[in-house]
C-alpha cells in the first residue's frame, strides 16, 4: 500500500487503530494517511523536529526516579496523534461521565452512611484496609456536596475494538496539563490537517473547571482566591503543574506557603496572610495534615482538615478519594451501579476479581498463567505479575503468596492493548512502526452536577514494540488525541478572557512568601558562584603561569582560605586543593556544591523566569557536572572558570533586563547585592591585613576580582598602585561593582521596602555607609605618616569593611525572620534571646 507500512506489521490478535480486519485504512485516518505519503519522509523528519524543538523550547518534562538521564527527562510525544470518530467517541464520553457520577456517590456513601458496606455490595476489607480511606474524613460533607471534583480513567480497546476500564483515578489525576501541552504542539506541526479535520477543542474542560472550583468557593462574599497545591519539583508531574498553574490562572502553591488560622486557611504572602477558599491538590491524601492524618508528612498543611469540616475551604477532590483507585474494586462497581441508579456501566472493567474472595481465589490459582496479579492496595510495592512470563517455580511460589494473604492481591484478565502507528526517523529517512496504546479520559463535575466530559486525553504509547505494559515511568510516549466531527466544532481553543483597564494589575497579589525567598536565595548564589569563580580562576591563572612562590598568588591562596573557598588542609597538595575547591564533592563550599544550590533554589521558581533564563540554569548545571575531580587538571579547570564566569554573567544579565521590576525582583536583587557586599567587604578587608598590600601584581588580580580591570586600565594608563585601585573598588559610586555603589543601590531598596509594606527601617547600615563615605583616600599619601601610621589606617579601614560585611549578614537575618517567616520585631527579640 505504501513505502510508510513496510515495517508495520498487520496483527489479527489486538485492534489496529489504523488498519481494519482487510488491511484497510479506516475511513477516519485516511485523510491523515494522505497527508503523510504526500509529505514524503524528509519532511515528516522536520515535522518531528519541530515536534522535539517545541518540546525542549517549552521545558516539558516528565521526572523519572532513579533515571541515569536525571530527574527532569524532556517529554516524549510522537509526532502522530490518535484518531477518533465523533462515532466512536459518543459512548466513550457518555461511559466516562456515568462512571464518575457513581463514583462520587460511592465516595459520599463511604463517608456517609456507609450502606454499600452494610449490605455486602463492597467488602469492607478493600475499603477500611486501604491507606487512602480517611477515618478522620468520616461525616465530613464536602462544601458543594461534591466530592469527585476531577476524574480520570485509563481506558484500553479489546482486540473486538470494545473499550474497557484499565483503572479509575480518583485521588489526584494527572494528565490533562499534558493532553493540552500535545495539543498545542501536535496542532502546530499539522496545522492544515488539524483544521481540515474538524478536531474537538479541549478548552471546555479547563473552562468548567475553572468555574467548578471558583463557583463552589465558600467565599463568604469575598473574590474567590483558588491555588493549586504541589508536592513540589521532584514530583514526576511537577511540570504540568506548572503549566496547569499558568493556564488557570492560580498561584502554585506549597504546603509551607499555607497556614491556618481559626480553622481557616490562609496564603503567606509579602503582604501578609490571604485567605485560601478553594486548593485544587496534586498531593496525596494523606499527605495533606499531618496533625489528622500523616504525622510524618512535610508537604502538607496542618489543620487543613479541620478547615475542611467547618467548611471553610475547598478541596478538590475531596480528601480520601484515593480509596477508589483501588482495582480490587472494579468487579463490585457493575452492583453498586444497579443499586445505586438501576443502570448498568457503559464502559466494563476488564474481568478483575479480588483474591479475597474463596471463588475468586480458586480460580486464579487454577488459571495463574492467564492471569495479571496486581496488588489491591498501594501500600504493596510491586509492579503487576504476568503469570505467562513466569516459569514452574515461579508460579509455585506465586500461588503461595496468593494463599498466604489472598485479600492483599487481585486478579485481572490481561488486556489485550489495541495498536497504534507511531512515527520513527531511522537512518535518512523513516517509518511507521506498531505500539500498544492505552488512554486515559477526564471528567470535571460542572455546576448542574453533571460530568463534562474532555474530548480527547492523553493517549500513552508503550516504549518498545510487543511491550505489555503503557507506562510513562518505563520510558513510555505520549500522543495528542483528536476526536473528530462532521459538524462544525463547537467552543474554542482556549484563551484567557478579555481584561479591561479595570482588570490592571503591576503587582502579583497572591505572591508566596517561600517563592520570595527563593528568588533571594537564587540572587545570592548567584553571586556567591560567580564571586567564587571569579577568586578561583584568579588563583588558578597565577598558579598554572607562577613558579609557586610568587607573593600575588600567596596572596590570593591566603584570601581563598580566610574565606574558606579553599581547604586548609596541607596534607592534600595545593593542586588537589585547588580541585577540591572547584569540583570537589566533599568539600561543602566548592564551587560545584554552590552551583548546586544555585540550580536548587532556581528550580523553586522555575514558573518566574523566562525559558532562557532557565536554560542559562541547565547550562551552568552541565558545567558543573562535566568536571570530574578524580580527572579533571587545573588547565581544564581554568577553562571551564572562564565559561562559568560568562554564564553567570548571562544570569545577571536576565536579571536586570528580563524580570519585571516586582517584588519578587526587588528580593532578588536585594539577595545579589547582600552576597556582593559581605563578599567584597570581607575580601578588602582580609587584602588590607596581608603583606601584598602595595603588590603591583596583587593590586592587578584584586581588579580583575572586582571586575574592574578594563576601567582601571583605561583611566590610570599605569600599573596598579593601592589609591586608584581602593577608590575604584571601594567609593566609586558609578562602578556597579564598587562597595559604595553597592550598598547605596542596596539602601535605596531596603527604603522601598519600608514604603510598600511599612515595616521598620533599615538603619544598621546607615552609620556604617556614612564612615565609609567620609573615608579620605588622602591619609594613605600623607608624608607626614610613617609605615605605622599607614598600617593603622588600612587595619582601621579593614576593621570598617568587616563591620560592614557583618552588619548585611544580620541584614538578611532580619529581612528572612520579617518577611519570608512573618516574624515581627518583637517576636524577634525572642527568637534572638
Known amino acids: 500500500m505504501s513505502d510508510l507500512l513496510a515495517h508495520y506489521p498487520p496483527t489479527t490478535a489486538a485492534y489496529d487503530e489504523l488498519l481494519d480486519a482487510t488491511g484497510g485504512v479506516r475511513p477516519h485516518w485516511r485523510r491523515l494517511f494522505q497527508q503523510l505519503q504526500r509529505s514524503g519522509t524528509g519532511q515528516l523528519r522536520q515535522r518531528q523536529a519541530l515536534v522535539a524543538r517545541q518540546i525542549q523550547e517549552n521545558g516539558v518534562t516528565y521526572n523519572v526516579y532513579a533515571d541515569p538521564k536525571g530527574t527532569d527527562r524532556p517529554w516524549e510525544l510522537d509526532l502522530l496523534p490518535n484518531l477518533l470518530s465523533a462515532d466512536e467517541w459518543q459512548p466513550i464520553a457518555a461511559g466516562v461521565a456515568q462512571r464518575a457520577r457513581l463514583l462520587n456517590a460511592v465516595l459520599a456513601d463511604l463517608y456517609g452512611e456507609q450502606r454499600l458496606l452494610a449490605e455486602g455490595l463492597l467488602p469492607s476489607e478493600l475499603v477500611f484496609g486501604h491507606p487512602n480511606f480517611l477515618w478522620p474524613c468520616r461525616g465530613v460533607q464536602p462544601v458543594g456536596g461534591v466530592f469527585l471534583h476531577s476524574y480520570a480513567v485509563d481506558l484500553a480497546r479489546d482486540a473486538d475494538g470494545r473499550w474497557q476500564v484499565l483503572a479509575d483515578r480518583t485521588q489526584a489525576p494527572s494528565g490533562a496539563g499534558y493532553a493540552l501541552e500535545n495539543r498545542q504542539i501536535v496542532s502546530r506541526a499539522f496545522p492544515e490537517l488539524y483544521r481540515d479535520l474538524r478536531v474537538q477543542y479541549l478548552a471546555g474542560y479547563f473552562r468548567t473547571l475553572q468555574q467548578t472550583l471558583s463557583r463552589q468557593a465558600p467565599s463568604d462574599g469575598e473574590t474567590p482566591l483558588v491555588v493549586l497545591l504541589t508536592p513540589g519539583r521532584f514530583n514526576e508531574t511537577y511540570f504540568e503543574h506548572l503549566y496547569l498553574a499558568r493556564q488557570l490562572g492560580l498561584p502554585l502553591v506549597e504546603g509551607h506557603d499555607l497556614t491556618v488560622r481559626d480553622d481557616t486557611l490562609y496564603l503567606k504572602t509579602l503582604d501578609g496572610l490571604k485567605r485560601v477558599h478553594t486548593v485544587l491538590r496534586r498531593l496525596d491524601d494523606d499527605f495533606c495534615d499531618p496533625l489528622e492524618l500523616r504525622t510524618d508528612s512535610a508537604l502538607g498543611v496542618p489543620g487543613m482538615l479541620a478547615a475542611v469540616r467547618r467548611g471553610r475551604v475547598l478541596v478538590a477532590n475531596a480528601l480520601g478519594s484515593g480509596v477508589l483507585e483501588s ?13 445505586l441508579f438501576g443502570e448498568d456501566l457503559l464502559l466494563p472493567s476488564v474481568a478483575t476479581g479480588w483474591c479475597g474472595e474463596p471463588a475468586v481465589l480458586a480460580n486464579t490459582l487454577a488459571e495463574l498463567t492467564q492471569r495479571v496479579i496486581k496488588p489491591a492496595f498501594p501500600s504493596q510495592s510491586f509492579e503487576p505479575l504476568f503469570g505467562h512470563t513466569l516459569d514452574a517455580a515461579g508460579l509455585a511460589a506465586l500461588g503461595e503468596r496468593l494463599s498466604a494473604r489472598p485479600h492483599a ?26 505500539r500498544a496504546i492505552g488512554m486515559r479520559v477526564f471528567a470535571v463535575a460542572s455546576a448542574d452536577g453533571q460530568y463534562w466530559v474532555m474530548p480527547g486525553g492523553l493517549t500513552r504509547v508503550a516504549a518498545r514494540a510487543g511491550a505489555e505494559v503503557v507506562s510513562m515511568q518505563r520510558g513510555g510516549a505520549s500522543k495528542d488525541t483528536w476526536v473528530l466531527t462532521d459538524q462544525p466544532v463547537h467552543g474554542e481553543p482556549l484563551h484567557p478572557r478579555n481584561l479591561g483597564v479595570r482588570d490592571l494589575i503591576r503587582q502579583d497579589p497572591y505572591l508566596p512568601s517561600r517563592v520570595v525567598e527563593n528568588l533571594f536565595w537564587f540572587g545570592r548564589y548567584s553571586e556567591r558562584c560567580d564571586d567564587g569563580a571569579r577568586l578561583l580562576r584568579v588563583v588558578l591563572s597565577r598558579y598554572v603561569d607562577a613558579d609557586g612562590d610568587d607573593l600575588a598568588l600567596q596572596a590570593a591562596l591566603d584570601l581563598g582560605e580566610r574565606l574558606g573557598l579553599l581547604p586548609t588542609d596541607s596534607e592534600m597538595g595545593l593542586e ?56 579533571a587538571d587545573l588547565g581544564e579547570g581554568l577553562d571551564c572558570l572562564s565559561r562559568l564566569v560568562m554564564s553567570l554573567a548571562a544570569l545577571s544579565g536576565f536579571a536586570l533586563d528580563d524580570m519585571t521590576r516586582d517584588d519578587g525582583w526587588r528580593f532578588l536583587m536585594i539577595g545579589r547585592r547582600i552576597e556582593r557586599v559581605q563578599f567584597f567587604a570581607d575580601s578588602l578587608a582580609a587584602f588590607l591585613r596581608g603583606r601584598a598590600v602595595w603588590d603591583a601584581g596583587s593590586l592587578e588580580w584584586l581588579l580583575e576580582l572586582g571586575n574592574s580591570t578594563i576601567t582601571y586600565r583605561s583611566r590610570y594608563l599605569a600599573s596598579p598602585q593601592l589609591i586608584p585601585v581602593l577608590d575604584l573598588l571601594l567609593l566609586h559610586d558609578q562602578n556597579p561593582h564598587a562597595l559604595c555603589f553597592q550598598l547605596q543601590a542596596l539602601q535605596r531598596s531596603l527604603e522601598r521596602l519600608h514604603e510598600t509594606f511599612g515595616t521598620p527601617r533599615e538603619t544598621q547600615l546607615s552609620g556604617l555607609i556614612a564612615r565609609l563615605l567620609a573615608f579620605d583616600l588622602a591619609t594613605l599619601e600623607n608624608p607626614l605618616f610613617g609605615a605605622a601610621s599607614l598600617g593603622e589606617v588600612l587595619v582601621g579601614l579593614a576593621d570598617l569593611l568587616e563591620q560592614i560585611g557583618q552588619a548585611v549578614g ?24
Open 576 to 631: 588537589r586543593r585547588l580541585l577540591e575547591a572547584l569540583c570537589g564533592d566533599e568539600w561543602t563550599f566548592s564551587l560545584r556544591a554552590n552551583l548546586r544550590r544555585l540550580h536548587w533554589a532556581a528550580a523553586q521558581v522555575r514558573g518566574r523566569l523566562s525559558q532562557e533564563n532557565w536554560n542559562a540554569v541547565l547550562e551552568l548545571q552541565h558545567e558543573a557536572h562535566s568536571l570530574d575531580p578524580d580527572r
Open 810 to 833: 544580620q541584614l538578611s537575618e532580619r529581612l528572612e525572620l520579617r518577611y519570608f517567616a512573618h516574624v515581627d520585631d518583637v517576636s524577634q527579640q525572642t527568637v534572638s534571646a
Open 327 to 339: 482495582p480490587g474494586l472494579l468487579g463490585f462497581l457493575p452492583r453498586v451501579s444497579q443499586r
Open 409 to 434: 492481591y487481585v486478579a485481572q484478565v490481561q488486556a489485550q492493548l489495541s495498536q497504534a502507528p507511531v512515527w520513527q526517523a531511522s537512518g535518512h529517512g523513516g517509518e511507521l512502526q506498531s
